[in-house]
């Protein structure tokens, strides 16, 4: 029986207005590598389980009807199911298409192409899975243009095409996915593996439109330390080139360190974001005592994206219409 405990663990708050706020960090654990996404009108979190390589066996989803109360849904995706995976699942990275739920996940940390392992695959009925591999073997499972194929993220461009951006160790590629998800496909161009690396790169991508702009966001520094943290570019294609312009999310001596690796929840009737990312807590040394965090990301009237304050408030109830 799948395990659904609603979790209590997220610190209530009054503001002065009366709002309910959840505080940071949003549900108890160590993780990490949030993905936000909404789903069947709820707000779902799928992270990583921040253990040592070896533990990182699984994957738990948290869902919330209004960013504050969490449940908690055990193993939706156990490595049992993925066969050619054993160890570092990490990364999620979700999309809804017809009916179904995708599952991205990269597995193995390879560290070259004689390794098995990489980017894989894993479809669902419901939100909460249980998800199955789909393909028996990974996406990717190579290098190309110096890209470790982890760290993916999956954007479904208004045309209909749907992107995968991933990359490890300083590369950055873009591909575009075949429309059932079982592979890579040219794009207009011939290109198969497109690179995209802006400067100061490192992990963790993400895209997004907005305005007709092509949003690129990533993580810099070392996911261990204490710089870890969150830039962007704009370019008016997705396939770039990407300028950098900074940094938006970064370490908070008052509050935490070693903010990055995050996700968004875009609240379309107003146009809200949330950056769902994880951080690291005061005085604590070890990489993998990570934690999930929710605070408001704004843009200013010329789109650009301002600095994110990290708080230990979290944000107000919010749930969908």
Not at 125 to 133: N, V
Not at 138 to 164: C, E, K, R, S
Not at 179 to 193: K, L, Q
Not at 194 to 213: A, S
């Amino acid at each position: 029986m799948r395990l659904r405990t609603m979790l209590g663990c997220a610190l209530l708050a009054l503001t002065t207005a009366g709002a309910v706020q959840a505080g940071n960090p949003v549900f108890p654990g160590w993780y990490a590598d949030p993905e936000a996404a909404i789903f069947e009108n709820q707000y779902w979190i799928y992270p990583t389980t921040s253990l040592r390589y070896s533990e990182q066996q699984g994957f738990d989803a948290f869902s919330s009807p209004d960013l504050v109360h969490w449940t908690k849904h055990a193993k939706v995706l156990d490595i049992k199911a993925i066969s050619w995976a054993k160890k570092a699942l990490w990364a999620p990275a979700l999309v809804n298409k017809d009916g179904k739920y995708y599952f991205f996940f990269a597995a193995n940390d390879i560290q070259s192409d004689k390794e098995l392992g990489g980017i894989g695959v894993a479809v669902a009925d419901k939100p909460d899975g249980p998800f199955k591999d789909l393909l028996g073997k990974p996406l990717i499972g190579a290098f190309h243009n110096g890209a470790q194929p982890i760290d993916q993220f999956v954007f479904h461009d208004d045309d209909g095409t749907w992107y995968m951006i991933y990359g490890g160790w300083k590369h950055a590629n873009i591909v575009r996915l075949k429309p059932d998800f079982t592979g890579v496909e040219p794009m207009a161009d011939g290109t198969v593996y497109k690179e995209i690396t802006p400067e100061k790169y490192v992990e963790g991508p993400l895209m997004f439109k907005r305005n007709g702009h092509y949003y690129l966001m990533w993580s810099e520094g070392g996911w261990t330390g204490p710089d870890y943290s969150v830039a962007y570019a704009i370019a008016d294609k997705p396939t770039g080139p990407f300028k950098r312009i900074g940094k938006i999310l970064q370490q908070d001596p008052a509050i935490a360190t070693g903010a990055g690796h995050h996700s968004l929840f875009h609240v379309v009737d107003d146009d809200s974001w949330y950056i769902v990312y994880h951080r690291h807590p005061l005085g604590d040394t070890d990489g993998n005592h990570r934690q999930v965090a929710i605070d408001r990301m704004v843009f200013d009237k010329d789109g650009k994206i301002l600095p994110v304050k990290m708080t230990n408030e979290g944000v107000p109830a919010r749930r969908l219409r």
